[in-house]
Nanobody, 124 residues
Framework: LQVVQSGGGLVQSGGSLRLSCAAS????????IGWFRQFPGKDREGVAC????????KYADSVKGRFTISRDIANNTVYLELKDLKPEDTAVYYC??????????????????WGQGTQVTVSS
């Protein structure tokens, strides 16, 4: 299974970015999706997840109200919209999926398939 990410980049504090996560060889929008980020020297932490069966979402407290996970079923793509970005949001962001229905988890260990990661840098 191949998961391909796009988006990210450099933005000023208070700015916005949109990250994309797409799949070409399976239906990404039918399974659980997680977005994670990794700070230098730290483990990946979950920031958002989407249960594609029910549409339920979860967010880490640190991003609630600023990040939004969504899906485009027609284009087999899941997005993470990042708003009101802060310098402490600077990290490598990853999307991940697990072929399970009715599922949404912010635990890294629960996801076997990962995108390649994309850098988000927020300047002050």
């Amino acid at each position: 299974l191949q998961v391909v990410q796009s988006g990210g980049g450099l933005v000023q504090s208070g700015g916005s970015l949109r990250l994309s996560c797409a799949a070409s060889d399976f239906t990404l929008g039918a399974h659980a999706i997680g977005w994670f980020r990794q700070f230098p020297g730290k483990d990946r932490e979950g920031v958002a997840c989407l249960d594609n069966t029910s549409g339920d979402v979860k967010y880490a407290d640190s991003v609630k109200g600023r990040f939004t996970i969504s899906r485009d079923i027609a284009n087999n793509t899941v997005y993470l919209e990042l708003k009101d970005l802060k310098p402490e949001d600077t990290a490598v962001y990853y999307c991940a999926t697990v072929l399970v229905f009715n599922y949404c988890s912010l635990l890294r260990s629960n996801y076997p398939y990962w995108g390649q990661g994309t850098q988000v840098t927020v300047s002050s």
